[in-house]
């Protein structure tokens, strides 16, 4: 029972629609970032016939990658964890453990023989081993070795474990490649899928109950 394994909480005390929910919740609000950020084409360096000063900076590079990288993929990568602990819910447990590919896993074991989730497995599995360049990009930079690693790199700049106040090197994250709008693009439409094939499964366990 899972009550008595410590890494699962009973699912009394919990909601899977809220977890689902508020996972959406941070889906859409990465999508809404990323999408202005494509449609200004990563305004990254501000333009003027007089002098800018800070605050006209800021404005104009509001929706660039040196401002809003950061908590875009934050609430991306938080909106999926949220996502598969909403599904997990419906499994008669919820894990403790808050790393992305132990709460895949779990998802698959339960899921994978449910003919509505193949396509929102694919998705997850590309979210974990399919990131863009500009992700991988900055994971090689800073030596990361799992989504549970990226996840917190986005929420506190200083290392975890590591003295000193060593802290991630975020430049290749804020300033990456001439192809950031197109990677972006495409993460864009796969947030788009993501959203959807997870309402349609959640809408078909929903039935089921």
């Known amino acids: 029972m899972c009550e008595d394994n410590p890494k699962y909480m009973t699912p ?4 899977g629609l809220s977890y689902f929910l508020c996972g959406q919740d941070y889906i859409g609000a990465a999508k809404t970032i990323i999408d202005e950020t494509i449609m200004r084409e990563n ?3 501000a333009f003027g016939d007089h002098d800018i000063d800070e605050i006209e900076l800021l404005d104009q590079t509001k929706y660039s990658s040196s401002s809003i990288i950061l908590p875009a993929m934050f609430c991306y990568y938080q909106g999926v964890e949220l996502l ?5 819910y419906h499994t008669g447990k919820v894990s403790r453990i808050h790393k992305t590919e132990d709460l ?3 998802f698959v074991d339960h899921y994978s023989g449910i003919h509505e989730a193949q396509d929102l497995i694919a998705l997850f599995e590309n979210h974990i081993h399919g990131m863009p360049d500009f992700i991988l990009n900055y994971v090689k930079v800073n030596g990361i070795e799992d989504i549970h690693s990226l996840y917190s790199s986005l929420r506190y700049p200083d290392i975890i474990g590591v003295r000193n ?3 991630y090197n975020y430049f290749s994250l804020k300033y990456p490649g001439e192809h950031f ?22 809408r078909s366990i929903e039935m089921k109950l």
């Open 12 to 15: 009394s005390k919990l909601s």
């Open 43 to 45: 305004p990254i360096v």
């Open 84 to 88: 598969l602990k909403g599904f997990l």
């Open 104 to 106: 895949f896993d779990a």
């Open 165 to 167: 106040g060593q802290c």
């Open 181 to 202: 709008v197109d990677e972006l693009t495409v993460l864009s439409q796969k947030i788009v899928l993501l959203l959807k094939h997870s309402v349609s499964l959640y």
